[in-house]
């Protein structure tokens, strides 16, 4: 049945095209998030927010379509799992995004205050920074497959470890002068986005997984 | 094919009940959580700690589990819907786990010190039961899909909102005489309570989905 499996090769493209196109969308998010809230610019934080929308509703879409081939193709295991692995996928990347969109509302909230002490403008950066190019190399690993470049996303991640901790020890440092409410925002910032590339390395991981049938 | 109907139906049944095994695991290991950092009891925040790994283990399982019987059975549209819903459900459950983890490692880390100021005892208090009540309600929700208890465990969780909002209140609030390093726990100890009953209201408008074809 060459034509059938030609259709069914086009599904699963599509739903590999989809995913990069959600990692270019969380990676436009993550980046201007992080400006939003370095230049505590409320016109790129409202956008953030409501990009996050568009990022649920095309994974929405997604899951929809997956479910739609799984029930119409009854694919083999290795398809089926390819299949599954993208559902997940699909969900860290909806993730991602929602960690942008807390970003963003930091902005918002802070508004016309900044979140951002002086002294942790070139962390947070840093911070903003290893974020994109942590999702930038996962959107490489999802189109290639590349098994060496899934290990160097968890790599990278240890650097984003590296500058949550780094940014905790400034909070908790006797030299702090911005009080517990600057203190906060600045905590929860850091989780979001450790959390943002623990998601990144979760997708590297599960095309390493697929790849080679073995966890990292 | 009523014989092999039937085997499906047990594979069925056989997900559901470990989604429930997983969901009491959950509601011990956060009330034991609680009952750790409450008491800063070591040997119980290690017990939790121990205990997410054996819920990751079980996660791992049911999802192969699951996997197999989508490739096995080909079910019809129905039956796919529910059994993709199952791999999301422990997904969440998962990280209910991991929520229970991290407020057990805030016991472990600040040992054999408190995590928690006398005037903070009864909040986390009541945020440790009401996570608890929610997810006993979800696991109530998956065993007997009843859809009007889906919609109690949203309201539920704005009860959990209430209390963080509290408990960030308290942080920021003048009198607030216990340091920055001790608000950061606190910070991302209620983060920790309310992602854990975010989850729960995710399974529970899974289920809710699944029976009535609409989110709530």
Redesign the interface.
């Known amino acids: 049945m060459p034509l059938i499996r030609s259709v069914f090769q086009d599904e699963l493209d599509g739903v590999s095209q989809t995913l990069l196109d959600l990692t270019a969308m969380v990676c436009t998010a993550i980046s201007e998030a992080t400006t939003s809230v370095l230049n505590r610019d409320l016109t790129i934080a409202e956008k953030v927010i409501e990009t996050d929308d568009r990022i649920d509703d095309m994974q929405h879409e997604l899951d929809g379509r997956i479910?739609t081939i799984?029930?119409r193709q009854?694919p083999?295991?290795t398809d089926?799992?390819a299949l599954?692995t993208a559902?997940?996928m699909s969900?860290d990347l909806e993730r991602m995004g929602d960690m942008a969109h807390h970003v963003a509302k930091i902005t918002r909230m802070r508004h016309p205050e900044t979140a951002i002490p002086t002294e942790l403008i070139a962390l947070i950066k840093n911070m903003g920074e290893t974020a994109l190019a942590i999702a930038t190399k996962m959107g490489q690993v999802i189109a290639t497959r590349n098994v060496d470049l899934a290990l160097e996303v968890e790599r990278d991640d240890d650097e984003m470890d590296q500058l949550h901790r780094q940014l905790?020890s400034t909070?908790?440092a006797p030299q702090?002068s911005h009080g517990?409410?600057s203190?906060?925002d600045l905590?929860?910032l850091g989780?979001y986005y450790e959390r943002f590339a623990d998601h990144a390395v979760s997708v590297s991981r599960r095309v390493h997984f697929l790849v080679t049938g073995n966890y990292s």
């Open positions: 479910i799984i029930a009854q083999v295991a089926l799992r599954v559902l997940r969900a905790i909070l908790i702090w517990v409410e203190a906060i905590t929860l989780r």
